[in-house]
């Protein structure tokens, strides 16, 4: 999407919704506290990468183990070892196996958010301690940016499918492109409100100072509590 393409009103609704998007996942992650969303965004953005790169070596895993336990479970082991050979290497069946070429993306979509939820599960029971402050806050707008990267594209192939592709188990590059287009739209607005604010300036600045001033107070004192 090409943020000078748009209109002002169009460039202010995608600001909005980014912002509050933005300020939802800030919200949940000064709830959480500092430590669990760090550990999130690592596991998150890591496991991401890695499976990224790697994904193959889960798809082949993930057809072994299935290969072997329909195996034992069908007595492969007591017969010929050549059965139990062919079996092991045979080429994947869509039918058979649970990840293929036609629907590994898919197979490692749904391993990466399984590893995700598990992840918020064992930060929320296994850390006590984890401090409510702006890196919690910055972790939390982190993860909500990895996760729109991710999600995004799917959803929006709910309403066109033509316009997405998923051939690859993650579009990462979806990643900074969503950052860099979502802060071209904000910067495009800041510049047209600064232009209407223009005989009113001095006062605006002031405005800003002083709502400043009390988020940090804010910050400081829950920080303290």
Known sequence: MDATAL?????????????????VFGWIGYRRGQMREMWVFIV???SLVV???????????????WKLINLLMSGGLSGGGTTASDIIIACPDPQTVPATACNAPGYLFLLWVTIVILTYVITTSAIVKSPHNGWAILFGIGNGLVYASVFLPRLVGLFRPDLVQLDQPFLLNTLTGLIRTAFTVIWSVIEDFWT???????????????LIVVGAASTLRSAKA
Do not use: H, K, S
Not at 7 to 23: P, V
């Open 7 to 23: 209109n002002t009103l169009d460039q202010l609704q995608i600001a909005i919704a980014f912002i509050l998007y933005m300020f």
């Open 44 to 46: 998150a953005l890591l």
């Open 51 to 65: 499976l990224r790169l790697r994904g193959d070596i889960f798809v082949a895993a993930a057809n072994l183990g």
């Open 196 to 210: 209407l604010v223009e005989p009113v300036r001095p006062f605006v600045i002031l405005l800003l100072l002083i």
